[in-house]
């Protein structure tokens, strides 16, 4: 992998031939696991402007239409996550010159509290080709990580590593995005509001306000600045505008720009029509059945073939789930029951996916298994050598297992003599699950015929007879490690140990992205520093704890919840806790912030205990919600010491069989996570404070 510097620029076709289609990860580390960042991408022309607002992607107008750029989302790595876009460099149109790949942080955080700064850019087989490391990002709220540029039709690469003082809107008005200011009266209101809102945040948790609005920051006034167009050589050269002045020095009052988008979308609304039926016995005519399915072989028939057909007619839910692959965006087609020679046994893969545009083809391999089945490592290696033969570009797996970094779910071998390579990639049932959901619950698609195609694909996942339930399996060696646990033979160092480790991550994983599709809200799990930057370091780590203490425990970062959320296992005692904490506001008196806090906590469980968190460390006073409804005042610590937040948590039995019935525990771990978000973390949760703007004839069904 080329390791580049500052200022230094580096040819694509040089690194790799399978440079049409790039994937650019931005990664970054928090010491607390809760920083974070989101990517921006700018398209500009020869003069270093956009040519429209159109040409400026962000999270609120993540795809382009013609599929060149396509923000792929966060995923966790090492000891932070990636947020990774994914570039169609044919697509590009030809008057595009630059492409700049930026992120920018938000509620006055800097990028400069964040670690492993670094840019990472991948071929189309998955290959990585260059890493930037980033070390010196200082206190700028918006940094510009690197470009795409075209230098006598070859794209490079230049490392920027410049950063912004003014923000997201900033850094896009300085290109020439079209900023959409408040008039007079939405400013002089803002003022009132923010006001209002200082004054109130002194009764109130760290995050949150009285009103429930986040108070906005000033953002610097717009300075014409010059940006000056590259040369034809490839000397560093300043590749951005200057930084726009610190927010310190912006005009008093002065509300946030919005960068406008015009593109239309269709969502479906979440509550369900009330049906006309006679009787519960009657079941709505559905485009995808799933009474006639008896077996596993029809199963995966069946759901290969929904899947593959929903992706080849809504391109949006085809380029989500491909694009991350390194396939372009183009005319999609899809096949099911293909037959393959290999040997003297033709080879019948569940399914090949082939994509074009503009004469390049992308083509895939697909093998689908549904229920408890586990892919076999003969088979996948069967495809893995037939795909390098005929020259596929990768083979994909769906099954409802869930992949771990650092753990491939099959081992195959790789031939590395052979000059063309293949991608192999797996995607679980419950992430195709959480991409529809998101598209036509949160995001939005082209039109109603596409989004009631994904309802129904989202309905057959979702049948308790469809077989793609998801991760639904603690494995063989749950019940023999709970069993040691409660009579305490289990020995540091068994291996069964780890294998419940790994089944632990997986659950998680599959949560986070169920409670992230619900929410429309990105959902991580956290990996904190302390815990290393190897994976199988850190799950042995956990294994150990789980050995020493019977416990399993993991976190999980929601977009606008004021902290993580903790959920934990006690397998001694057959316990599930699931908590967060609140930090104390900064002004204010320590009454006011209990009474605050239980009143924000009215449609709480009356069983919900309330901790107070204290400066030296030690524990502070305790009690249930129903306890503590008339009597705030019994958080108070008797001895005065200084209050730092509040700890909420939720305890209920957990389930003790390994399946995900009823009454197992990956059920019981679903359903907590889901009632304590539900009935406490939704109550504490900030408004978006970055300014994305609604979309533009935003079409609701």
């Known amino acids: 992998m080329h390791e580049m510097v500052k200022g230094a620029n580096v040819g694509l076709s040089a690194l790799s031939e399978d440079v049409d289609a790039v994937i650019v990860s931005l990664g970054w ?12 991408v ?70 400069g509290e964040l670690d492993d700064l670094r840019v990472i850019l991948t071929d189309g087989s998955g290959e990585h080709l260059l890493r930037f490391a980033i070390e010196d990002a200082g206190s700028v709220s918006a940094f510009i990580f690197g470009e795409l540029y075209r230098r006598a039709e070859e794209w490079k690469f230049r490392a920027v ?25 939405a400013l002089d209101e803002a003022s009132d509001d923010d006001a209002a809102d200082r004054d109130a945040a002194a009764e109130v948790p760290d995050g949150a306000t009285a009103t429930g609005v986040a108070p906005t920051a000033p953002a610097a006034p717009v300075l014409p600045v ?43 609304p979440k509550a369900v029509k009330k049906s006309l039926a006679e009787n519960e016995s009657w079941k709505q005519a559905r485009l995808f059945p799933v009474s006639a399915l008896k077996s596993d072989r029809d199963r995966e028939t069946r759901a290969t073939s929904v899947l593959l057909s929903v992706m080849a007619q809504v391109p949006e839910f085809g380029r989500r789930l491909t694009a991350g692959f390194g396939a372009p965006a183009g ?82 071998k790789i031939d590395g003599r052979r000059k063309h390579k293949v991608a192999l990639r797996h995607l679980s049932w419950a992430e195709v699950a959480h991409h529809a959901q998101l598209l036509i619950r949160h995001e939005g698609v082209g039109n109603r015929a596409h989004a009631w195609l994904l309802a129904e694909l989202l309905h057959y996942l979702q049948h308790d007879n469809s077989g793609c339930h998801g991760f639904q399996n603690m494995g063989s060696a749950w019940v023999p490690v709970r069993r040691g646990i409660d009579d305490e033979t289990l020995c540091q160092g068994d291996p069964r140990a780890l294998e419940v480790v790994e089944s632990w991550e997986r659950l998680i994983r599959q949560v986070s992205l169920g409670l992230g599709g619900d929410l429309g809200q990105k959902v991580l799990p956290v990996q904190r520093a302390r815990r290393g930057t190897d994976p199988a370091d850190r799950r ?92 705030p005042a019994d958080l108070l610590p008797r001895n005065g010491a200084k209050i730092t937040g509040f700890r909420l948590t939720l305890i209920k039995s957990m389930g003790s069989g390994r399946g995900n019935a009823e009454s197992g525990f990956i ?18 949760e900030r408004p978006a404070s970055r300014t994305a703007p609604a979309t533009e004839g935003a079409v609701t069904g």
């Open 540 to 631: 042995a780590r956990m294994a150990e704890q789980l050995c020493a203490e019977g416990k399993l425990e993991a976190e999980l970062r929601i977009e606008e919840a004021p902290g993580a959320l903790v959920v934990g296992a006690d397998l001694r005692t057959g316990r599930l806790r699931t908590s967060i904490e609140v930090p104390a506001p900064t002004q204010g008196y320590p009454l006011t912030w209990a009474k605050r806090l239980v009143r924000r906590m009215a449609e709480a469980p009356a069983d919900l205990h309330v901790e107070t968190l204290v400066e030296d460390g030690a524990g502070g006073p305790r009690g249930t919600l129903e306890k503590l409804r008339p009597e």
């Open 226 to 268: 010059a940006v000056e167009r590259l040369p034809d050589t490839d000397t560093a050269l300043p590749a951005v505008p200057a930084p726009r002045r610190a927010a310190d020095d912006a005009e008093p009052g002065k509300a946030l720009a919005r960068p406008r988008t015009a593109k239309k979308k269709v969502t479906l």
């Open 331 to 412: 005319r999609m087609e899809t096949f099911t029951e293909v037959s393959l020679p290999h040997g003297d046994n033709p080879r019948r893969p569940d399914g090949v996916i082939r994509v074009e545009r503009a004469g390049r083809l992308w083509t895939a391999l697909v093998e689908t298994k549904t229920n408890g089945n586990a892919l076999r490592s003969e088979q996948v290696q069967a495809y893995m050598d037939i795909a390098a033969r005929r020259g596929y570009e990768a083979v994909i797996t769906l099954s409802n297992d869930v992949a771990l970094e650092g753990s491939p779910l099959v081992d195959v």
């Open 29 to 40: 580390a928090s010491p607390t696991g809760e920083g974070d960042a989101d990517v921006s």
């Open 161 to 185: 590593g410049q950063g912004y003082d003014s923000g997201l809107a900033g850094l896009a008005a300085d290109f020439g995005v079209d900023i959409d200011d408040a008039s007079d009266d």
């Open 667 to 684: 059920r019981s771990v679903d359903d907590a996570v889901q009632r304590f978000h539900g009935t406490v973390v939704v109550h504490l």
């Open 42 to 111: 700018l398209l500009l022309d020869g003069h270093g402007k956009v040519r429209s607002d159109a040409d400026f992607y962000f999270y609120n107008n993540p795809v382009a239409a013609d599929g060149s750029v396509q923000l792929l989302g966060k995923a966790p790595a090492g000891e932070g996550s990636e947020d990774r876009i994914g570039f169609d460099l044919t697509a590009i149109p030809a008057d595009v010159e630059r492409v700049v790949v930026a992120a920018s942080r938000y509620e006055g955080a800097r990028f």
